[in-house]
């Protein structure tokens, strides 16, 4: 608390989300901003809740609970969503995820840092695995883009989705044995040591604690999700956006809220190491694990399934990010001017995806 | 004067292009030819101008004016050309500014210093800035084509083109503050600079001979340039050539004459950081301020305005040659086969654009 | 001997397939695994007489041989599926020799060298060199296929073919006078160090029995070849796998089993400058060198041409990998989680070639 300003006054949003989509459901578009607010303290103290469950264990499992929750607000907005058959959202939001960590938290960071150190440095070992892990992340959305582009909608785009999700979540997993384990060294400045930071001096809560603050938030961003997708397309319809653009940009910040502020924090306290891991480390997770676990869940859940086929403009976008983020952040320093040249390249695919209309 | 050969002999060419043109108007190609040729020496008194007009003010205007004037010619025959409609031409040779630049200039620079030298080194953290600046760049051509090739020819594409260059000139502007104030130590070796050691022990011109030779230079380049845009339809057709690949390659080569000639000279006296910062510094200024300055300039001059949407083989040739660029750049070393690599690829773009129809 | 286990034993299938191929010529699918593993032993045979002549002659003269010979059973193999008019599989295996020696081989010893090692270094300053020569070969394929989607099939892609061909062979030849002669010392660790490793101790073949044994295993992998091709398109169909992805994959692995076998036990033996040098020194040779002069090739031998125009698939997994390959390679480390990066690449991408339907 002492070095995240609290966001828990935007608590007061979640009963008004709930409120106002049973007393006046009409009013989609305020529902949805309403709903959009609501969601940031509540991922706030999920990872609260995470982090403190995580002190509680040894430090591998510790760090698996942080890697394995650090995107949960994401994944249960994504998984209402694929209930109400939202496949693009779905997939826009994944995409806003991945260059929404790297492109604005991250510029965000090296701004706010720059700002007020001449230059920054931090550890360019760790930072290259994770740029690394994300070029591969592109090679398994680039092709099966390409695949549809060439063959066209078929049963084996399905297969092909499954099996290269198989091998992402494999992946996944080895870097955390790598990360967490085997080279664990390599990565100083992980996101349970921003946790320290953040409550540092304070007891850890106690296990009932930590569980009930755990599933209590997970359910309140169920109930808040459940009424933000309800509203995403008349809402999307009403402020003259797509709901391409809504996922991309507007799920992707509101899910990515709490990393944004710690990472920027942490930036603006020279501590380079938590925010670049922060913000990289959250793409990876998403583009690895979250987006993967997702094709798997919506073979079961919900009336269509999703796969890996990404459109174009997402790809596109994805693949710039990730070679951008990798030239940036390939030498170990930073500031301010490489902060802005991440924003600016978030500000041109905005532009984009705003103009880009509905398939 | 001591550094650099003359090519003030070269003037003679300004009055036999624009009597030629007078007396025997049909000859388009020996025109062409011709005003190509004249445009050389003129862009060198421009620069020449600019740089004695930059020691006379502060050392932060100097810098400016540097920056801006640096492709002074390029601009004043691309206003020609879109006052033409040459729509095509104009675009055609801002990718050619872009690549020439990067792989002629910077290829044939590394070559002549490597052959005189076994390795050479230049300032890596200046050269990794301005390379991330040609990928953001690449980002903001890139996008702008996919969204044509995705939506077609739509009323979108032209506010889109235009919110980007608005995004674009800010960035450059907040290059020039970074490059000029806050890390101005980064920047070794600036065109500023080059200048002083082409002139050193001479006494700056009257700031009366420095106006007027700018002012001079630049109607003389105005007067030929349309001589040169008046043949180029007809001359392009009479050689056999596209007018994309006279765009491309002549004209780029013509209107970077001077650039090349001193990053040459630099590097052979193994004045890396000089050499790169003309070329790539170039590259950068193209993309990011010349460019844009066309797209707004173009909406109330010429028949025609131009968008940011390039042709599909102009956008993957600036994409691979700032791709490469990057990494060559990126060590901070050079040696004679990397500029090998460069002109190289500069060789593999030149025979397909030859061959590539005209649209 | 001493390092690398024999595959001797193997040759017996080499009169194995060629019996069968006698007696059973309707049994496609055995005969061609027999012969695919028949080659195998004869491209270490060839190999090694290749070094052992290297080692008869000067230095300079030694590399050149290593050099050119280095992929002499692909060419073979290749020359042979010229003839039958298999140009698919011939520019298939040439995508799959790229490919699988920077995914594959790069991959499996990066592996197994970080099982036993925490963290290895290699000659950074060569690797650079090695990888930009890639991203070059990689822009030589990447505009004829655009040119080719651009324009469709025209009389112009073949003499664009034959231009960028002679533009890669003089870059080869210039690579080849770099690292063996003006800058050698970049390149500690070449194939030639790697055959001194492998028979350290034994004195050199003579020269008849270098030469005897390099025409003779020449002559039988043509032989073999000529059989393997012979049963591929009948193995591909009954084995549920298109051509392309028997050319990508078997192929590929099979010709260049030599170079896996041995990279992976120098880098279990902590010799990396040697794994990377052959792994991605073979990925160049085949780029540079063996792809142009098939296109030459072709022109006079068998049934119909190649040129430069391959699929998207193919290209997009060529760019690709050298993407990753040289964000892996730049830094002159590498762990066995990088290892596994390259592998999981390169299983995306045989995922998607394995659903891609032919042509």
């Not at 070992?125 to 070029?135: E, F, H, S």
């Not at 809560?205 to 997970?218: D, F, H, P, Y």
């Amino acid at each position: 608390m002492k070095l995240r300003p609290s966001l828990d006054w935007l608590l007061v949003f979640v009963p008004g989300a709930i409120v106002l989509d049973f007393v006046a459901p009409e009013r989609h578009t305020l529902i949805f901003l309403i709903a959009c607010v609501a969601v940031i303290p509540l991922a706030g103290w999920l990872g609260k809740a995470t982090e403190h469950l995580a002190e509680r264990t040894t430090e591998g499992i510790g760090g698996l609970l942080n890697a394995t929750f650090g995107n949960a607000a994401e994944l249960i907005i994504a998984l209402f969503a694929l209930r109400r058959g939202l496949t693009e959202v779905v997939k826009a939001s994944i995409t806003g995820s991945i260059i929404g960590n790297i492109l604005l938290v991250l510029g965000a960071s090296f701004l706010a840092g720059g700002v007020r150190h001449r230059e920054q440095e931090f550890n360019v070992a760790g930072a290259r695995v994770q740029a690394t892990m994300l070029t591969l992340a592109s090679v398994a959305l680039i092709m099966p883009a390409l695949f549809h582009h060439l063959v066209g909608a078929s049963s084996a785009e399905r297969t092909l989705s499954l099996e290269i999700s198989v091998v992402l979540i494999v992946t996944y997993l080895l870097l955390l044995l790598f990360s967490l384990h085997t080279h664990k060294k390599l990565f100083t400045g992980t996101a349970a040591e921003a946790a320290q930071v953040d409550d540092e001096g304070k007891a850890p809560w106690s296990l009932a604690r930590s569980l009930g603050t755990l599933v209590g938030a997970a359910a309140m961003i169920g109930w808040v999700s459940e009424v933000l997708v309800g509203s995403v397309e008349a809402a999307a319809g009403s402020l003259g956006m797509t709901e391409v653009f809504v996922g991309v940009i507007v799920v992707a910040i509101v899910g990515n809220a709490a990393e944004h502020s710690t990472a920027i924090l942490m930036a603006w306290k020279n501590r380079m190491d938590l925010a670049v891991g922060i913000a990289v480390g959250s793409s990876v997770q998403i583009a690895l694990f979250v987006a993967p676990v997702l094709v798997f869940v919506s073979q079961f859940l919900g009336p269509e399934p999703i796969d890996l086929v990404f459109t174009p403009a997402e790809v596109a976008a994805i693949g710039l990010a990730i070679l951008i983020t990798g030239q940036i952040a390939g030498d170990g320093r930073s500031n301010w001017l490489e902060g802005v040249q991440l924003l600016v390249v978030y500000a041109i695919l905005a532009i984009v995806f705003f103009f880009l209309p509905a398939a």
